[in-house]
């Protein structure tokens, strides 16, 4: 694999490292956000109180029934948040193969709602000449199935680790280029060069202008009759306009955000706060058109991604664009 930096941009890895106490919080198996660890100290102690009382309990904080015992904030996926959470804080176990709870939550194991996805939306977008993109490849887990079917592979990330991992996995494999990017710049692909883009579990952490920022680069990139794949949250609309207040009140606020938004009383996933008609609103903005939005797939509709609320949508280049 070529080029996999791009030395002009911001070296990921200079991202301070959390601190000592954000550090003890995770060993007790807190899932909160180090930023706000590391910057509120006066969360610390209730934190610790609470972690006390699950511990008694014989409960974990993911295993709790009830909201009352989540630390303060849960994070706003930031770029920011992105670039920590993904290279410090996930342990990247099995590679991405760890994020089994979608399936799961539809009743399927998981590597038949994998092979059923990359059947269904990734293998049949390809041909053995596609130029393909991949948004935020993480450690390959869908890379590998790109790979597989296209001429040429992409990949992009905020994440030099990721990059390298990706580097590590696929090494002897000249048709693969990493990326670096600060956010949603595709600055280093040449218009109208790609055949299809791919992007799963990834989207569901940006926020909107990140996203606006990738769909316009997607209208420039895209080759007349080419086609993107993106998998993104999708907050019921009328939840969106109460984020402003509920972010001021709490545990209420954000139990009374979730179920409004995502009709859960607990663990949002750390989904962006984007719904689906946003994302096709914005996509019909540049000159993208929406083929289709979905949230299940399979002969009976049996696989899908609604453990968040989340929605997959097919964007296609019309064969005018210049
Ligand atoms: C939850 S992981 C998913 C990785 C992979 N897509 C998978 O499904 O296994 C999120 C990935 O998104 C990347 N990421 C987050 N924000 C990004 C952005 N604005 N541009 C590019 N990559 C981003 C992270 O570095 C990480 O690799």
Redesign the pocket.
Known sequence: MRELTDSSLPDARSWRRPNDTAAQLRQFGHASDDRVACSSSRWILPALRRQIVLKMLGLTHESCPLPIFECQGEPMPS?EW??A???QR?GWEQ??DE?SGMAAACGQPYELWKESLVETFLASSLTPTSDVL??????G??TEHLLAGAGQVDV????QE?LDACRARFDDDPRLRGHL?T??SLAFLPTRSIDFVW????FV??DAD?IKG?LNEFARVIRPGGRAIIHHAGIRPLALPLAPATRRLGVAGRVVQRLAGQGRLRDSGNRSMVSRQQVAGWAGQVGLTVERQTQSWGDRGQHDVRKYGDWITILHQPAAAG
């Open positions: 770029v992105n670039r959470a993904w290279s996930h590679h991405g994020w991949e948004i935020a490849p993480g450690h887990r869908w992009v990330d905020i994440n990721c990017t956010g949603s992007s799963f579990d990834s952490h940006m990140v990738y």
